[in-house]
């Protein structure tokens, strides 16, 4: 079947997947919204228990999608992986220290010889979801501002700047996305706990600072998404595989890939949508606008990332050597790797089921404090 693909093909279905995975991930970060709440939402130790163990439950799930998400990233495109892991590593290593300290806070923050205290753990929490969300976006957003390294013709890669990737957050796009990721997280957390929390007092306080993020989400949005329709952008040239500046280049993908328009349209509707209705009507709509938002922050990034690597786009682009700019097609790997991939990926369908049972398992019944009494407790 896979075999039968051309190698494009197979490009194009690996970079989709790669895409999802993504977007999934944005998705989850809603756990790491939902730590830089504790002491906004949580004026007891009861409530910052009650906060922290409803999160507590799906921070595996985050942390395995990233991993996932770089495990499909070196597989599939692994000049990518080489260039941006080996040569930004300092903001790769800053992230995963951020998921270090926050697996340690989960696991030690109510031992009985924690001799840190919670309030130590909390702050590592805090610091995981703030440097997370932050620098991921900065990260992603690097896809259309690009970066500053060389790729010689052994396909060895060279990061030009000392600061190794952090310069990234430097940038206005760049940190414009970051902010958005960051202020969506907490949008995210707050309608997660319309949906999860069984306290009155958390969540009149969830509907006031749900409107706090949501208005800084859609400023820096808007922002982004300007600058991304505004800029010139990095196309390639069929022909030659030659890459050259093309004005208003991602706003020529949005129109030329209709799909992907209406994808990106809906994703973001629905995101607004999540948002509104628990305002209008928080009895009637605000346990389910959770999904409405989840699922819109899936197919606004997910499109974000369609319009990154599609229609002869440079996906991850040098600024310091505009022909080093890395492609789906100059930065995959062999037909033989991919075909093989394929085949295993067709276990992921199973795994999402998986993922949604458990999910539904977890989240059965609304958490309450009495919940708190249990042995296995954040």
């Not at 194009?12 to 998705?27: M, N």
């Not at 990721?181 to 907490?186: K, N, T």
Request: with cysteine; aromatic share 16%.
């Amino acid at each position: 079947m896979f075999e039968n693909l051309s190698q494009l093909a197979l490009q194009q279905y690996w970079w989709i997947l790669v895409s999802l995975l993504g977007s999934i991930l944005v998705f989850l970060l809603f756990v790491q919204g939902g730590q830089t709440l504790i002491y906004q939402l949580g004026k007891t130790a009861e409530s910052r228990n009650l906060i922290i163990n409803t999160i507590g439950s799906k921070w595996e799930f985050t942390f395995t999608t990233l991993v996932t998400f770089g495990g499909a990233f070196f597989a599939s495109f692994p000049l990518f992986y080489s260039t941006s892991f080996g040569g930004a590593y300092w903001v790769w290593i800053i992230i995963l220290f951020a998921f270090i300290i926050q697996a340690v806070a989960y696991e030690f923050r109510s031992k009985p010889d924690n001799f840190l205290g919670k309030r130590t753990f909390d702050g590592f929490l805090f610091v995981n979801g703030l440097l997370s969300t932050v620098l991921l976006g900065a990260a992603v957003s690097t896809f259309f501002t690009g970066s500053h390294f060389i790729i010689d013709s052994d396909r060895h890669s060279q990061w030009t700047m000392a600061s190794r990737g952090l310069e990234a957050a430097l940038n206005i796009q760049n940190l414009s996305l970051g902010l958005t990721v960051f202020f969506l997280s907490r949008v995210l957390a707050s309608l997660y706990f319309f949906r999860t929390i069984n306290d009155e007092k958390i969540i009149e306080k969830v509907r006031k600072q749900m409107l706090y993020d949501a208005v800084p989400f859609v400023v820096f949005f808007l922002l982004f998404a300007g600058m991304l329709m505004l800029k010139d952008g990095f196309a390639v040239n069929p022909s030659t595989s030659e890459i050259y500046m093309q004005p208003f280049k991602y706003f020529h993908n949005l129109i030329e890939m209709p799909v992907v328009a209406v994808l990106f349209l809906c994703g973001v509707v629905l995101v607004l949508s999540g948002i509104i209705l628990p305002l209008v009507s928080y009895n009637k709509y605000g346990e389910k606008a959770i999904w409405f938002s989840g699922l819109g922050t899936v197919l606004t990034v997910f499109s974000l990332f369609l319009l990154a690597g599609f229609n002869n786009t440079s996906y991850y682009p040098s600024v310091a050597d505009l022909q080093s700019s890395l492609t789906i097609q100059n930065s995959s790997s062999s037909h033989y790797t991919l075909t093989a991939m394929s085949y295993v990926s067709l276990i992921i369908p199973f795994v999402l089921i998986y993922i949604i049972y458990v999910w539904r398992i977890i989240n059965r019944k609304k958490i309450e404090v009495k919940d708190l009494e249990g042995e296995h407790v954040y």
